[in-house]
């Protein structure tokens, strides 16, 4: 199905976040996520079904200022 | 000591973890400015991107309080949500809030801040607006909750240290029971020391040290900077004067009175 993953239009065969992580190789990587502007924590990405049209973000730790 | 939201603190100097030549000069500046709360943000990153954990791990071995930023946000709703990934992210309630509303000077919209703030606030946040000097915009910060304000100097990145002194100083009066911490615009030591003067509890900074020279001695120079600024706002700054008044006592003086 198609979702817009990071800003960008993204063909996933992927029904959940934790499948999603999986697809996309971000394993062993620090994330958080968001669904269409709701954080997802932790303990729900395998519960967390995912629909064509997700807006989804995944983001990691990055320098500030 | 100073305290952000019941944590105390030593070091009144924050600083940015960005810009720098490389992570390892990164984290001795960091080391060098004596700071106990660095600043850091949250991007996305492709897939198999293995950036942020490199930098999770940088952070880590430094040992210090994360206070994640909302960079980039431009509107209630991201910077909303961009807060409440980054407590998922780094575990802290505590959140740098920005809401930028013009691109050339990365203004603060203030009014879009308020109303994130509120909304943060209700939602169990720590809030550190960044905000400008205008004191009814600082007066609802407060009122929604903020422990901690954080008007700018001067535009981010501009190193122009404090431009509207006198609208500081109300900040100042006004907001006794507020942490009030000097964020943005500062670009060397004296300004820094400067704003301690002030009576401002703390500076955040990133530019100026980061873009320097050789980045570890600036910020030995903004640490040593601060604490002076703040030793002479504690031992009492004397007032200016419209006129000259000696300092070597008159009586006494030779020749004093003598009869020409």
């Known amino acids: 199905m198609l979702v817009v993953l990071n800003g960008e239009r993204t063909e996933i065969a992927a029904r959940n976040l934790a499948a999603l992580l999986s697809e996309r190789d971000y394993e062993h990587t620090h994330v958080a996520i968001a669904v269409n502007y709701q954080v997802v924590p932790r303990a729900r990405w395998t519960d967390a079904t995912l629909n064509s049209g997700d807006q989804i973000e995944i983001i990691t730790p990055r320098q500030g200022g | ?260």
């Open chain 2, 1 to 260: 000591m100073v305290s952000f939201y019941g944590k105390d603190f030593s070091s009144r100097l924050l600083i940015g973890t960005a810009l720098y030549p490389s992570p390892a000069i990164m984290q001795h500046a960091v080391r060098a400015s004596g700071a106990e709360i660095v600043t850091v943000s949250l991007r996305r990153e492709a897939a198999g991107g293995r950036i942020g954990n490199a930098f999770w791990d940088l952070i880590r071995e430094l040992d210090v309080t994360e206070l994640p930023n909302t960079a980039g946000c431009r509107s209630v709703r991201e910077a909303v949500t961009t807060a409440q990934l980054a407590r998922e992210l780094f575990g802290t309630s505590w959140i740098k809030l920005e809401v930028i509303g013009d691109d050339e000077t990365l203004q603060p919209d203030v009014v879009g801040l308020v109303e994130a703030a509120a909304i943060l606030v209700k939602d169990g946040f720590d809030v550190f607006p960044y905000c400008t000097e205008d004191l009814t915009v600082a007066l609802k910060l407060r009122d929604a909750g903020c422990r901690v304000v954080m008007p700018w100097a001067a535009p981010i990145g501009s190193a122009r240290g404090i431009v509207n002194r006198e609208a500081l100083k109300v900040l100042r009066a006004r907001l006794p029971e507020v942490t009030l911490v000097i964020d943005a615009g500062l670009g060397a030591p004296s300004h820094a020391a400067d704003a301690m003067e002030l009576g401002y509890d703390a500076v955040l900074l990133n530019t100026a040290i980061a873009k320097a020279g050789d980045p570890v001695e600036m910020a030995k120079g903004f640490r040593l900077a601060v604490e002076a600024g703040r030793v002479a706002y504690e031992a009492g700054l004397m007032g200016p004067r419209d006129f000259a008044s000696p300092s070597t006592p008159v009586v006494g003086t030779p020749f004093w009175h003598a009869v020409s």
